[in-house]
């Protein structure tokens, strides 16, 4: 299953602005800062909008520092919205960084907060100057993760950027008995901290005696040669990006490891910073090239597209773990056009993704190793279910002039018959969906407008992860989901045996053989124009049983809020289908055209939205 094993849930995204109380040198290459206020508990932000208490539940969860930007008077943050922030993305003041907290005590109020101290970057600037009374904005955590169920041991590796997560794992959320073996790379000895370790757990202190972070195979070396017990296990590394991919890839295609009992995250990027000329204590920040945010802008028309071709055809494959090949050896490995394969490696060298050396083979840049990182493969391959998807742009000009796209011409099927083709895409869609819902649906099925039900019919994305949220917490709930037929044994197959989930062959615009006190759709309106829309709640509404309700789950678009990705959703469904996102005025719209009326509403995650709808004549 493409899940984890490790329990998510997920809660409103908040803002706060928190007061420094104290700070602490742990060890000479660690600063403890302790934030505190009373923006910790539930307040009302000053536009209105409720912000819940601050909750780290789980040893890493990750939340934002905004921090103050060497051009800027004062530090640009995040506006707090219902469920969700407005960013200020074109201010070229916004500044912030990614942090987990090392220690949060609801009852004195502190949440700690570690920093490596390495460097000029923005935030070890501002650990290593601050003083308590100063004010400092965070946002987030927007969701916990707990320890993995299942393992019977568990694999833990990072580097000091990943210290605070591991020794708060190690002292609060570490279950009595696991079996456990932890490495953590530190830059010297006197780096090491002393951290209480349960009975069960191996730690090993790793030294890299004077050698540059991200520069050494340290955690690989570790794991790799480590005894490998017995039994299931979850393999938790986090550092630098690009040295875990190796690892990453061991874990995966070496162990055989399952997607579920892997998580690997890369904490931060090694890249070539440059001091201020005013302050060589601080970074200068435009004159620091971010790699990151230059693949993303490369994502894009002609650049994205021979990425993309590239991907498919297993290039940066072949160049993967520092290769050195030329343009006729990759070629003959991945049967290729051998001209074609030259010129497609000058393209990407122009770009940056490749560079050649003297003796004209290639090998993948730091930019490049992008490609290395599994979710970027599978967006870009265009084999998959999200470029399948993406390329309905080309159906755009058709739809804008016309009001129906030409997604068919350019592909001899329309995209749903593309999608169900072929059992990869089927899968594949499958798989991404499962992981959205796992994201959602706890909190989805937690809501007070769903909680009385005692039988669920679910059709939409991620239908088989709704059903299992549904049945966990009572044994008298039944839950069936419902989907086309070819889609259903993906979903059975990511969806936990039980005899209390049923499975029925079906779509949106057809009867259910059987009715729900719940009818949830999750998500589903999206792709379709207006007309089907209202026949799919027409049918929903069908299929309730007397004090029963239709729920919409879904995310409706807020114009003035929208970020550019919103609205190439929106474009694409529209060349797709006719269909794409809607405001909350216009799901009104359809409503009652359905006969339905809004008899409940709740913000939901991450700002998403759950209706729930009765009859009008009810």
Request: charged content about 30%; proline content about 5%; glycine content about 8%.
């Amino acid at each position: 299953m493409a899940r984890s094993l490790r329990p998510f849930e997920a809660f409103p995204i908040t803002t706060r602005h928190l007061e420094v109380i104290r700070t602490a040198d742990v060890t000479p290459g660690m600063r403890r800062v302790t934030l505190g206020g009373d923006q910790l508990k539930a307040f009302t932000a000053e536009n209105g909008y409720p912000v819940a208490d601050f909750r780290s539940d789980g040893f890493d969860d990750e939340f934002k520092i905004f921090l103050k930007h060497p051009d800027a008077e004062e530090a640009v943050g995040t506006t707090q919205l219902d469920g969700v922030l407005d960013w200020p993305r074109d201010n070229p003041h916004l500044l912030f960084r990614t942090y987990t907290a090392r220690r949060w005590d609801w009852e004195r109020g502190e949440l700690d907060v570690d920093f490596v101290i390495h460097g000029i970057g923005p935030a070890t600037s501002w650990a290593r100057t601050v003083r308590p009374g100063e004010r400092i904005q965070i946002a987030g955590p927007k969701s916990s993760a707990g320890h993995p169920d299942g393992a019977d041991w568990v694999l833990v590796a990072g580097d000091e950027t990943a210290l605070p997560a591991i020794g708060r794992w190690l002292e609060d959320d570490w279950p009595e008995g696991q079996r456990g073996q932890v490495f953590i790379e530190i830059a010297e000895d006197a780096h090491r901290q002393d951290l209480s370790v349960p009975e069960g757990v191996e730690l090993t202190w790793l030294s890299r005696n004077g050698a540059e972070p991200g520069t050494t195979t340290l955690l690989y070396d570790a794991i790799t040669g480590a005894d490998w017990w017995e039994g299931k296990v979850f393999a938790w590394v986090a550092g630098e990006t690009l040295t875990l991919t190796p690892i990453r890839r061991w874990l995966r295609n070496e162990k055989g490891l399952a997607k579920d009992q892997v998580e690997v995250t890369g904490y931060w990027r090694r890249q070539e910073v440059k001091a201020s000329e005013e302050d060589p204590t601080i970074q200068d920040l435009d004159a620091t090239e971010d790699e990151s945010e230059k693949f993303h802008e490369l994502a894009e028309i002609i650049p994205g597209h021979v990425l993309r071709t590239a991907m498919t055809l297993g290039v940066p494959q072949a160049l993967a773990d520092g290769m050195w090949k030329t343009p006729t050896v990759i070629a003959q490995e991945r049967g290729l056009h051998p001209v074609g394969t030259a010129k497609l490696l000058r393209y990407l060298a122009a770009i940056e993704i490749v560079e050649a050396n003297p003796d004209g083979a290639y090998s993948l840049t730091t930019l490049g190793r992008e490609l290395e990182n599994d979710h970027i493969a599978d967006a870009l391959d265009l084999g998959g279910p999200q470029a399948a998807k993406e390329l309905g742009i080309l159906a755009l000009t058709s739809a804008v002039r016309t009001g129906t796209g030409d997604y068919s011409d350019w592909f001899g099927l329309s995209y749903e018959e593309r999608m169900l083709s072929e059992t990869s895409l089927i899968d594949a869609r499958a798989e991404n969906e499962a992981e959205f819902g796992s994201y959602v649906s706890g909190v989805t099925i937690a809501s007070a407008l769903i909680q009385p039900a005692k039988t669920l019919l679910v059709v939409g994305k991620a239908a088989g992860v709704f059903a299992e949220e549904f049945v966990r917490h009572d044994p008298e709930r039944r839950a069936t989901v419902r989907a086309r037929p070819s889609e259903l044994e993906a979903i059975k197959r990511l969806t936990r045996t039980d005899e209390r989930i049923s499975f029925e062959p079906g779509s949106l615009l057809e009867t259910a053989a059987n009715k729900a006190d719940v009818v949830l759709l999750v998500d589903p309106l999206g792709p379709l124009p207006d007309a089907d829309a209202v026949h799919a709640l027409v049918k929903a509404a069908a299929a309730v049983e007397p004090n029963g309700a239709v729920y919409l789950f879904c995310d409706p678009l807020e114009e003035a809020e929208a970020h550019d990705h919103d609205l190439e959703d929106d474009l694409i469904d529209f060349a797709l289908s006719g269909g794409g996102s809607r405001t909350h005025e216009e799901y009104e719209r359809l409503f009652e055209r359905a006969g339905l009326e809004i008899s409940g509403r709740e913000t939901v995650g991450w700002g998403d939205t759950l209706y729930r709808l009765a009859n009008r004549s009810a």
